[in-house]
């Protein structure tokens, strides 16, 4: 079950750079697609900018409804992660393919991801960059993270499959959010 | 000394979400500042976006002169990192504070940061989100890599000084970039 998380709090998820999942939905029918190109704007409201490229089938899907979760997975994921990016929502039906549970959001069509440990609920505010640089800027609507899941280690893209995943945590002092 | 790094590799410094510093000039002075909102774009040439608030010193530098050095630092840094995030360029000289050394970079004129394993060179292609969001879009036009810093652990900010350290690196089988 997953459990609301305070929208103040959604940047500390995304600011370090995981991949991420997007779950799009058109025709009542729901798509993920992998992504690492995303990056925090704004704290709160969350204010997301991500990539998603117009060679990709989930593109038509966010400029249509304007509606997206970003769902992020932890290490355990990582094998599926790996696969959704190596194939297309236009041939397969990714959740069935993958085993992933769609479970329905609060604020939009998209459904979360059960086994990801957060979910974010978004909507497309701001679409001046689509056309120059397939940049879309999200308004986190809703957020929510799965308490079973303690310390999730999050994993990093290099290229081609090679990942880094979290280790060490460090705490410096500092007052900067 | 830096090596040349090729362009079509730079994303795979920055997808995975390090922290960074970027480094600004105005009127022959050098400035830097910790960076966690950044996302690549466009693999080649390579296109980066950054969030640079407008609460920040360097954001009247980076609109005026439209050129900044993406510096990437491994862990051995992270407490230099936090205490350039935590004092301003407007009362110090945070590279004399923080014992770094500036290096001439090629194309642009601001530094390179020498104790960085990773420098972009970038020049600002695009404003129009500056004003909304305070998001600026930047072309690398020369990439260096320092040799002698192998395999270098990058840090991942979570909030408050606190740190992933890159971990484990795993390798899934992928025809994905």
């Known amino acids: 079950m997953m459990k609301d998380l305070p929208l103040s709090k959604v940047y500390q998820l995304l600011e370090p750079g995981p991949v991420v999942l997007l779950a799009t939905t058109r025709r009542g029918r729901a798509n993920i697609m992998t992504m690492s190109w ?27 409804t304007k509606e997206c979760v970003i769902a992020v997975p932890a290490r355990k ?36 991801v059960a086994e990801c440990f957060a ?3 978004c909507r497309v505010i701001d679409t001046r960059l689509v056309r120059s640089f397939n940049i879309f800027i999200l308004e986190v609507l809703k ?11 999050t994993i990093h893209h ?20």
């Open 158 to 177: 290099h290229g081609y499959g090679k990942f880094a995943v979290d280790g060490e945590m460090i705490k410096l002092k500092s007052s900067k959010p």
């Open 38 to 64: 995303h990056m925090m704007v704004e704290f709160e409201p969350p204010i997301i900018a991500c990539v998603v490229s117009n060679a990709n089938y989930s593109y038509a899907s966010l400029r249509a």
């Open 119 to 121: 979910n974010l609920e």
């Open 77 to 112: 994921l990582a094998s599926k992660v790996v696969q959704i990016g190596n194939c297309s929502g236009r041939e397969v039906d990714k959740f069935q393919k993958l085993g992933l549970t769609p479970v329905s959001a609060q604020c939009v069509a998209p459904p979360l």
């Open 143 to 153: 957020a929510w993270t799965d308490p079973a899941q303690k310390r999730p280690k």
